[in-house]
């Protein structure tokens, strides 16, 4: 089974190309649905988290604007959450691929948004990164509810850029084009991908 980590920066587009691979039947994991679903009512992370950071839950679920005051800029802070939070996802990971590999898959996707930040690169086969010129990258994130150039600018500063997330990936979906174009992109990463896999990075 070739496991294809998908990523891009914020405004790229990578969500409607996630959905794209899904519409070619290829099983899709969705790490930020995942760490949603752990926050929520119930979810398996609201306890823990309310232990080690009094005061961050409401409702019985995460309060993410609470807990993200706690943890950012705060390096130590930040790796008590994550040492709750990666080994709920690994396990929800390891769910994935369990039910992927039942059903037969040969290819599928993790759609990453940190892949490169956090080292993900160093457990897929091959890495797709979704991008579009910056221009419209900026256009379509301003137009979100809530956002404003200082908090897109906070974001971008977390992320890698976008420059070297291509310099690194072994296949770019450009969309930037329109959907079309997009989704022919996609066909082409999965006809290469279960022809062989790359050797290395292209630029």
Excluded: C, N, W
Aim: no cysteine; charged share 25%; glycine share 10%.
């Amino acid at each position: 089974m070739i496991v294809l980590g998908l990523t891009g920066s914020i405004g790229m587009g990578k969500s409607t190309t996630a959905a794209m691979f899904a519409a070619e039947g290829v099983p899709v994991y969705d790490a930020d649905a995942e760490v949603h679903a752990l926050y929520a009512p119930g979810g398996a992370a609201v306890a823990p988290i309310e232990a080690a950071f009094p005061g961050v839950t409401a409702g019985g679920a995460v309060d993410r604007a609470k807990l993200s005051q706690r943890v950012v800029g705060q390096p130590d802070e930040l790796k008590k959450l994550e040492a709750i939070v990666h080994p709920l996802v690994g396990a929800t990971r390891g769910e994935f691929f369990a039910k992927a590999e039942a059903a037969g898959a040969d290819v599928v996707v993790l759609d990453i948004p940190l892949l490169f930040e956090t080292g993900g690169e160093k457990r897929v086969d091959a890495v797709v990164v979704v991008s579009a010129p910056a221009d419209m990258q900026r256009a379509r994130v301003l137009a979100r509810d809530g956002m404003d150039e200082a908090k897109l600018d906070a974001i971008l500063a977390r992320q890698m850029a976008d420059a070297e997330k291509r310099a690194r990936a072994h296949y770019i979906i450009d969309t930037g084009q329109g959907l079309d174009h997009a989704r022919a992109q996609v066909r082409e990463v999965l006809a290469k991908v279960r022809a062989g896999l790359p050797d290395r990075p292209s630029a």
